[in-house]
């Protein structure tokens, strides 16, 4: 059961599930408790509300202080999905209260598949989770090493969860943006057996190689990252995302007929996309319709255009509560590439309003090279110091990125306003 979750099936996780009479009490804790993990991903809410009801008590007569701690994280995560953050924060921090017991012959922990450490590894990485909405990018990335640290102090191995551990690292520290994270990601990642049933976590870790190495100036370094990333990619969208990678930065460096190339591919990727298919994660397929569309409509607005209502009809036919995590990053993405479209279409001012909007969302959320990138697409439109001032910190960290090359180039264009941002 518990493998079967682990590779994203957890209707055949819940169709082993049967309770053996004279089971002990820690193993029908345990049952209960990925019963409840398989009924949250199959959407079945209010079976998941009965059954933690029955974890809760096994778990808490288990003697067995690994035991309650996943429980009170399966709790979290119910609460989580069911968009109760004050009832996923309480059980996250009775998770994290539990601690080992006081007579080593009270403890039973060594009857359970994970280890404390390893289950406070995953209620860390819960915690960060529930940072998006509030606290932002560095305090995630705080709870995401602290995971990663727990880890590191636990000496039984659990390759599958160090991937997703370090693969949600990854993503976090490719969204800040931070190049003095990429040593440690590579180095840690380097320690990892790579399974073919890791092969997305791998996908994201290589994709944020990619783009930290980018944000570094090794433009080089950052292909082979993304030429890496696209080998792994599990699903046509995903591969999107890597293609689209590789023609981005190919833009930025001038490698026009490179960027051209990479588009075009992307564009045939986007044609095999089926939107209508039943699936409970569709963002991989819309996040790379909105960076495709943003990248067509620099070279034909229509086409861009055309991308951007394809996702919007298919997003209308999603439930809402897909969008309402309390993650401002999705909206940030929208607004990003609506504003880019219509600046494409030479729609101005509609396009000033939607970009300072996803300049302020990605501010916010702390991933400040991107809202730099919206700085920078600002400053050229309305020569805003403030635009330019932002724009030129964040380069400044980053001097030999594409980043500092494009500033340098509206600088050169913009001379009439004496560089504002110095």
Same mark, same amino acid.
């Given at each position: 059961?518990?493998?079967?979750?682990?590779?994203?099936?957890?209707?055949?996780?819940?169709?082993?599930c049967?309770?053996?009479?004279?089971?002990?009490?820690?193993?029908?804790?345990?049952?209960?408790?990925?019963?409840?993990?398989?009924?949250?991903?199959?959407?079945?809410?209010?079976?998941?509300?009965?059954?933690?009801?029955?974890?809760?008590?096994?778990?808490?007569?288990?003697?067995?202080?690994?035991?309650?701690?996943?429980?009170?994280?399966?709790?979290?995560?119910?609460?989580?999905?069911?968009?109760?953050?004050?009832?996923?924060?309480?059980?996250?921090?009775?998770?994290?209260?539990?601690?080992?017991?006081?007579?080593?012959?009270?403890?039973?922990?060594?009857?359970?598949?994970?280890?404390?450490?390893?289950?406070?590894?995953?209620?860390?990485?819960?915690?960060?989770?529930?940072?998006?909405?509030?606290?932002?990018?560095?305090?995630?990335?705080?709870?995401?090493?602290?995971?990663?640290?727990?880890?590191?102090? !636990?000496?039984?191995?659990?390759?599958?969860?160090?991937?997703?551990?370090?693969?949600?690292?990854?993503?976090?520290?490719?969204?800040?943006g931070?190049?003095?994270?990429?040593?440690?990601?590579?180095?840690?990642?380097?320690?990892i057996?790579?399974?073919?049933?890791?092969k997305?976590?791998?996908?994201?870790?290589?994709?944020?190689?990619?783009?930290?190495?980018?944000?570094?100036? !090794?433009?080089?370094?950052a292909?082979?990252?993304?030429?890496?990333?696209?080998?792994?990619?599990?699903?046509?969208?995903?591969?999107?995302?890597?293609v689209?990678?590789r023609?981005?930065?190919?833009?930025?460096?001038?490698?026009?007929? &490179?960027?051209?190339?990479?588009?075009?591919?992307?564009?045939?990727?986007?044609?095999?996309?089926?939107?209508?298919?039943?699936?409970? !994660?569709p &963002?991989?397929?819309?996040?790379?319709?909105?960076?495709?569309?943003?990248?067509?409509?620099?070279?034909?607005?229509?086409?861009?255009?055309?991308?951007?209502?394809r996702?919007?009809?298919?997003?209308?036919?999603?439930?809402?509560?897909? &969008?309402?995590?309390?993650?401002?990053?999705w909206?940030?993405?929208?607004?990003?590439?609506?504003?880019?479209?219509?600046?494409a279409?030479?729609?101005?001012?509609?396009?000033?309003d939607?970009?300072?909007?996803? &300049?302020?969302?990605?501010?916010?959320?702390?991933?400040r090279?991107?809202?730099?990138?919206?700085?920078?697409?600002?400053?050229?439109?309305?020569?805003?110091?403030?635009?330019?001032?932002?724009?030129?910190?964040?380069?400044?960290?980053?001097?030999?990125?594409?980043?500092?090359?494009?500033?340098?180039?509206?600088?050169?264009?913009?001379?009439?306003?004496?560089?504002?941002?110095?």
């Amino acid at each position: 059961m518990r493998a079967l979750s682990r590779l994203g099936r957890a209707d055949a996780a819940l169709a082993l599930c049967s309770t053996e009479p004279g089971l002990p009490i820690s193993e029908r804790a345990e049952l209960s408790i990925l019963k409840t993990i398989a009924l949250i991903r199959l959407g079945r809410t209010d079976e998941a509300e009965a059954e933690i009801l029955q974890a809760r008590v096994f778990a808490y007569s288990s003697c067995s202080a690994a035991i309650e701690a996943d429980y009170e994280r399966v709790e979290a995560h119910l609460r989580f999905y069911r968009h109760d953050l004050a009832g996923a924060s309480a059980a996250v921090d009775r998770a994290l209260a539990v601690g080992p017991a006081p007579q080593a012959w009270q403890n039973h922990d060594r009857e359970y598949f994970l280890s404390l450490r390893l289950v406070r590894a995953s209620v860390y990485d819960l915690r960060g989770q529930l940072a998006r909405a509030k606290e932002g990018l560095r305090a995630q990335l705080h709870w995401a090493q602290l995971a990663l640290a727990e880890l590191d102090a !636990d000496p039984h191995e659990d390759e599958w969860l160090r991937a997703t551990l370090l693969s949600n690292f990854a993503v976090l520290a490719s969204d800040a943006g931070d190049p003095s994270l990429r040593e440690e990601l590579r180095q840690r990642a380097s320690t990892i057996e790579w399974s073919n049933d890791a092969k997305l976590q791998h996908f994201f870790v290589m994709r944020a190689l990619g783009w930290l190495s980018a944000l570094n100036g !090794d433009h080089l370094g950052a292909f082979r990252d993304f030429r890496a990333s696209a080998e792994l990619a599990p699903s046509r969208a995903w591969k999107m995302h890597a293609v689209l990678d590789r023609s981005l930065l190919a833009r930025e460096l001038k490698q026009d007929v &490179f960027a051209e190339d990479e588009l075009n591919h992307a564009l045939e990727l986007a044609g095999e996309l089926d939107l209508a298919a039943p699936t409970r !994660d569709p &963002f991989p397929s819309f996040s790379a319709l909105l960076k495709l569309a943003e990248l067509a409509a620099e070279r034909d607005p229509a086409e861009g255009r055309a991308i951007l209502n394809r996702y919007r009809a298919a997003r209308s036919k999603c439930p809402s509560a897909l &969008f309402d995590g309390g993650d401002r990053r999705w909206q940030a993405s929208e607004l990003m590439s609506e504003g880019i479209v219509a600046r494409a279409e030479g729609r101005t001012q509609l396009a000033t309003d939607l970009l300072i909007n996803a &300049f302020d969302a990605f501010d916010k959320l702390g991933s400040r090279w991107r809202a730099a990138l919206a700085a920078l697409e600002l400053a050229a439109m309305t020569g805003q110091p403030f635009f330019y001032g932002y724009a030129a910190r964040e380069a400044g960290g980053r001097p030999q990125s594409w980043m500092a090359r494009r500033l340098a180039q509206l600088e050169a264009e913009q001379r009439p306003l004496e560089a504002p941002f110095k």
